[in-house]
């Protein structure tokens, strides 16, 4: 690949990223929930858009991921974000998966804030 190509790609994934965050904003009561991945990361905010606070944030830098598979880390990091969502007194979310496709560890992130009881 190229520069140019490269530089295209990542602005193309910013025009995605816009085209998704258009369409939702989120609140006090119902946050966005933002994820972001990387290619050894996961990590995911509530987002209060009115107030421009996040209200809770989860990190897969902090978690013992030895042995693990990244489905496994970014299931967790979904339960986690789940626990700190109800200690904050938030069970509905708006899902916001930016430039990415919803398959594999964001899909599995989604999931597993379900299971801990986030709706979306």
């Known amino acids: 690949m190229t ?9 193309q994934a910013k025009r995605r990223a816009i085209r998704t965050r258009a ?10 929930m933002s994820v972001f ?12 858009d009115a107030n ?5 944030a ?3 830098m902090k978690l013992e991921k030895k042995g693990k598979k990244a489905m496994e880390v970014a299931a967790a990091i979904g339960k986690e974000v789940a626990e700190k ?3 904050a ?10 430039s990415y496709r919803y398959h594999g560890r ?15």
């Open 37 to 48: 991945r990387s290619l050894k990361h996961v990590s995911v905010q509530l987002i209060d």
């Open 58 to 60: 989860a990190s897969d």
């Open 23 to 32: 369409k939702i904003s989120g609140t006090k009561e119902r946050p966005r």
């Open 89 to 98: 007194g938030i069970t509905t979310v708006i899902f916001d998966r930016g």
């Open 106 to 120: 964001v899909k599995a992130l989604a999931d597993a804030a379900r299971e801990g009881g986030l709706q979306f």
């Open 52 to 56: 421009g606070r996040t209200l809770a």
């Open 3 to 11: 520069p140019k190509d490269i530089i295209a790609k990542r602005a």
């Open 85 to 87: 969502a109800k200690a």
